[in-house]
Each structure stands twice: as C-alpha cells, then as structure tokens.
C-alpha cells in the first residue's frame, strides 16, 4: 500500500521530463493531448527533427553528383516536408507514418523521417500497428533501393533495412511499456487513496452512530434522574433546605451535563440491534484492559492518578476507555510484546489526559495482525466528538498515543 501511495510522489519530482501526453494521464486530464506540450516534448521534437534531416543529408549525399538538379532540389524539398511532417507524429503517428514511408520511395531524403515515424507508431500504438508499420518501411526502403541504387549489394541493404526497423520497434514498445506502467501505477494510487477515504468515512460513520447510541442511553437515563429528583420537590414542598438545596445542585449539574451530551450527538437515528443492552465501559472499568493485555503476554505499566473517578462524566468516561483499548490493540498488533506505558492524569476542571506508549520494534517476528487501519481514525472522531483532542506519532522512537478530554467541574457521571 505504501509503494503504491508513494508512487505520485517519486514521479512528481521528475514530471517536467516526462512527456506531455503521459503527464496528462497522470494527473487524470480528460483531453491528454490538448495543450500539454512539456519542455520536455518540444526538446525532443527539436532532436528528432534534427536526427532526421542528419539521416536524410547522409542518404541523399550521392545525389549531389547527379545532373540532374530539378530532381535533387525535390528530394530536398520532400526531405525537409518529412521532417516538419513529424511534429504531429503524436497525435497521427500511423497516418504520419504511412505518408512519410511511401514519400521515401522516390525521395531518399525522407528516409531518416520514414524510419523514426516507425519509431513514433512503436511508442504511440500497440504493437499489431508497429509489425505493419514495420513491413511497410522494409517494402519501402527496398523499393527505394531498386529505384535510386546504392553502394551495397541488395541482400546486405535488406538486412540493414531488418537490422535498423526492429531496433526501432523495439526500443519503442519497450519506451511504450515503461509509460503504460506508469500510468497504470497512478491509476492504482489513485484507486487506493480512494478506496482509503472510504474506508475513513464508514469508520467515521459507525463511530457516529455507536456514539448516537450511547448517547440515547445515557440521556435517558439522565433524564429520569432528574424526573425523579423534580419529583420529590414537587411533592416534598415542605422537605428540609438542605435536601432542596442538594436535589437542586443534582438537577442543576444533570442538565449541565445533558447539554453538553446533546452537543456531541449526531444524529438520534437508532437502529434495532442486539448490543444496545450490553454494559457500558467506562473509565471505571479500565482494569479489565490491563488484565486482558497482561494475559496476552504484554507487559503493561499503568499509572491511573485520576480525582473523583467514579465522577467522571459519562462521555468522558466512555471515551477514555475507547482511547486505551485502542492503543493497547494497537500496541499488541503493531510492536508484539513490548513494555506498554499508560499514564491516566485529571480530575474536574483540569480535564482528563491519556498517553499510551511503547517503543518501537522493528525486530517484531510475530505475524501481524491484519486490519483496516482505520482505529485511530474512528477514535479521532469519538474524541474530538467529545470536545477533546487525539493526537499520534513517533517520539524519541516511541509510538506515543495520546487524548486530551474535557472535564468540567460539577459534572455528574453516569
């Protein structure tokens, strides 16, 4: 997965230099070959044209003796329109390729176009072009020979001819195949982040809606506390100042703490489901955590320094405990059986701090436990749903986790 993600950033550094057309794939552009001409294109245009009109002057230099300057002047005139004629070797290049093949026949300047335009179909077409490409530049040199003559014998010019065309259409496919995976391995990366945003989002969402569930519980059973407490005011109108007093302060702190549940709920959609009777974890509860690593063979320091535990609020508590378990599964999955530190500090109005760690260890041999690598994104929405802060990272090579969760005062837990 890293190879892959990694990819458009290795080919970013060098994308001035690719070609135009290939660039255009890469980056996902609908119309590659409309004004995407790199520098890099217009530099090879300039030496292919060059490296033609070089093979041309090579091939047409025995014509200087002739008498007949008409007929060189021509050549020379169809030679330079060859070379020109391979700028739209992009876009037409099995067209450009068959007119400039057949215009060598009599003109033996227009060779060196004719034998890089059967380079061109090679990078540009798949090889079924390329063969028939191929065979119609042999036909065509060999007609050229019979026409103009030449310094060798006819069987050493057809075996250059074969030599010199399969070069061509080698080189070319080969250059071709090189783009294609290129291309491809973008589009795989392409492919990949997207397949991992939604990943991300479904991880979010069933976060989301675990949350919403929680917090339909937790409000229901806030609100009957306090009906409860509204209660025995109204009918206990003649109840001792201090017990009004302290249903008052009860009241009071419940509705605090009802808005602040109703500021982390998404949405009160909840669906039939079997595990909404199951007990609720909480900060309280976090020793079972440590027991079951421990018993898993990962050595875990716990530090729990937290004021008033069994007053944490609800949704504090629910998502201190998410926190842990995350990063002790983590912990267990990714760095095998290391020495896991857990430090739980906080109390009303300082707020509530988390930091789970373990050094890295690259020497792990176990097998790794497979999964979607989307832990730490659900818990990053659990938390910050929570009012609180996640972050992650190696430091001082230790993978350190760590949350940071609100924690009023004269709130109630539930």
Partial sequence: MALISDAPVRLATRRPWLPGAVRAELENDPRPLTGRRSARDVLVDALVILLAVGIGAVAVAPRFDDANTTMLVIDIVAGVASCIGLLWRRHFPVIVAIVINVLSIPFAAAGGAAYLSIFSVSVHRPLRYSIGIAFL?????LANYLIIG???????????LLLMISVAVGWGTSIRNRRQLLISLAERARRAESEQRERLAAARAVERERLAREMHDVLAHRMSLLSVHAGALEYRPD?????IARAAGVIRSGVHQMLEDLRDVITMLRDD?????AQTNSLATVDTLFD???????????????????????????????VVQEGLTNARKHAGAVPVSVDIVGGPG????????????HTCDREKIPGAGSGLAGLDERVTLAGGTLEHGVVEHRFVLSAQLPWEKGTVGV
Avoid: K, M, Y
């Fill in 137 to 141: 530049g042999t036909g065509t040199g």
């Fill in 150 to 160: 030449g310094p060798d014998s006819f069987w050493a010019t057809t075996l250059f």
């Fill in 239 to 243: 109840a001792p100042a201090a017990d």
């Fill in 273 to 277: 489901s079997e595990d909404l009777a």
């Fill in 292 to 322: 079951e690593a421990r018993q898993a063979g990962s050595p875990v320091h716990a530090v729990v320094e937290v004021e008033a535990c069994d007053e944490v609020p609800g949704v504090v508590g629910r998502t201190a405990f998410r």
């Fill in 350 to 361: 300082s707020g509530l701090s988390i930091t789970i760690s373990q050094p890295l260890n």
